[in-house]
């Protein structure tokens, strides 16, 4: 058992009343001020191969099948004619053979075909088939934790049911299938101890068939995903107001999944902030500031699961229980998302390629590439992470287990005020899977995170009570 002194504290903590900000003195010693994780230089290269020109050719090869509206055609005579849905799926996997070819055969490149029934958006079933990479960890043990990353390829225009007309879709969401090709041809380069999967999905714009079904496989076949990464609408339109330093990450509250009896206990404990997939979208700020000379864009966490009246694919992987979340432009033009290409009035309507900022959607694909190569290399979450609240007591005692895998070098607990939206504060541990802090659970949130011998960290883990 670990047992931070308390002589410790109290160099820094004089005065234990006096309060700064959300925490006092005591809770907020200036030695364990929480760090940027530790630059890997395999990853830092890895980042320097993204490619603007390359994200280019994708989503402009991605516009030029006309329409890659769900419903539209995918026969073998649309296919020949390289339009419509179909085409542009036998597109995207032969792009993804062609970086396994590189790689040495290193991806396996699969596809996910169903029939989905008839329903509002769908006038008669229609087969939709998900396109992805897979780039198997080289551990046996970590190769079954999954990170991913997914955008749709389908389109749409200003009519859901038009299978004819151009929906050249460049920002929503070429772009976001244009991350996950690039993400695929530079870490497919890399080996780590986990997986990665480099995935694209269609019927996002029917009503996320494509990633509902992909998760409900995963969840079916006890996947363990760790991390989905979403990206839609991450083109940065190029209008007056656009950020092009800024990306918004979007993470759920309260988790669609959690039981009745689990929503009961977040609601008792203030837990609504404290989501798996509000952890990952820490981690992206974290890798960000760590990876900032190579990543030109910064994560602004938005803590909600969407923008108003909108839904995306996340939700799909929210639903069977994983952690995911949506990146998307600052600013959104809504001239140019699901549109007939025209002009009215003065105002170019449509979703062209040249509304799109390529330098944004490689920074994006950076940011993506970074997270992803950060959690495939680091140890497997600790397991089973408790605190214990038997005893009414003012110190407070974590235990967990070991991180799967055998990984992880040492544990960190970290914590933050009760109103501070990220971790401000890490005490490392050692190889301990039990830590007692002189801090008092009732005015703090903790978590436990694995690091390995370079400092690649785990997604952190927040306790579950233990009486
Ligand atoms: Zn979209």
Not at 232 to 239: L, T, Y
Not at 260 to 285: C, H, M, P, T, V
Request: one cysteine or more.
């Amino acid at each position: 058992m670990i047992s931070i002194s308390k002589k410790r504290f109290c160099l820094v903590g004089v005065s234990l009343v006096l309060v700064f900000g959300g925490l006092s003195a005591q809770e907020k010693p200036a030695s364990t001020m929480s760090e940027p994780m530790a630059v890997d230089g395999r990853i830092s290269a890895a980042l320097q191969q993204v490619s603007a020109d390359r994200i280019r050719a994708n989503i402009e090869k991605l516009v030029s099948f006309g329409t890659r509206s769900t419903i539209s055609a995918q026969d073998p005579a649309a296919i020949a004619s390289g339009r419509g849905v179909g085409a542009a799926r036998e597109w995207i996997k032969s792009e993804f053979e062609r970086y396994a070819q590189d790689c040495g055969g290193c991806l396996e490149v699969k596809t996910d075909t169903f029939t989905e029934p008839a329903a509002d958006r769908i006038p008669q079933p229609i087969e939709i088939t998900n396109v992805y990479a897979v780039l198997k960890g080289a551990d046996e043990e970590n190769a079954k934790r999954i990170v991913l990353v997914t955008g749709h390829y389908d389109s749409r225009n200003s009519d859901i049911l038009d299978v004819k007309g151009d929906a050249p879709g460049a920002n929503d969401d070429a772009s976001g299938a244009a991350v996950s090709l690039e993400c695929a041809r530079v870490l497919s380069k890399l080996k780590f101890p986990a997986t990665i999967i480099f995935l694209t999905v269609a019927g996002e714009e029917q009503g996320l068939n494509g990633s509902h079904h992909f998760a409900k496989m995963a969840k079916d076949q006890g996947w363990n995903v760790e991390a989905a990464l979403n990206n839609d609408i991450v083109g940065g339109d190029k209008s007056a107001e656009q950020d092009h330093a800024v990306v918004r990450v979007f993470s759920e509250g309260l988790p669609a999944a959690a039981t009745e009896q689990e929503i009961k206990r977040i609601r008792g404990l203030g837990g609504e902030n404290d989501s798996e997939s509000r952890q990952l979208a820490r981690y992206i700020a974290d890798v960000s500031r760590s990876y900032k000379k190579d990543v030109d864009v910064k994560p602004m966490l938005v803590f909600r699961l969407d923008r108003y009246l909108r839904g995306g694919d996340h939700s799909s992987f929210n639903q069977q229980g994983f952690a995911a979340v949506r990146f998307t432009e600052f600013r959104e033009n809504f001239h140019h998302q699901h549109q007939n290409v025209r002009a009215e009035n003065g105002i170019e309507y449509g979703d062209l390629p040249k509304f799109v900022d390529f330098d944004y959607v490689a920074h994006v694909a950076g940011l993506n590439a970074a997270t992803l190569a950060s959690l495939a290399s680091a140890p497997a979450p600790p397991a089973n992470v408790h605190l214990l609240t038997k005893d009414l007591e003012n110190d407070s005692t974590l235990t967990w287990e070991a991180s799967p895998g055998g990984h992880a070098a040492e544990y960190e607990v970290l914590w933050r005020a009760t109103t501070s939206p990220e971790w401000e504060y890490v005490q490392k541990v050692g190889t301990v899977t039990r830590a007692t802090l002189q801090l008092s659970k009732d005015n703090v949130i903790f978590a436990v995170r694995a690091v390995d011998p370079q400092g690649h960290r785990s997604l952190p883990v927040v306790p579950l009570p233990e009486r």
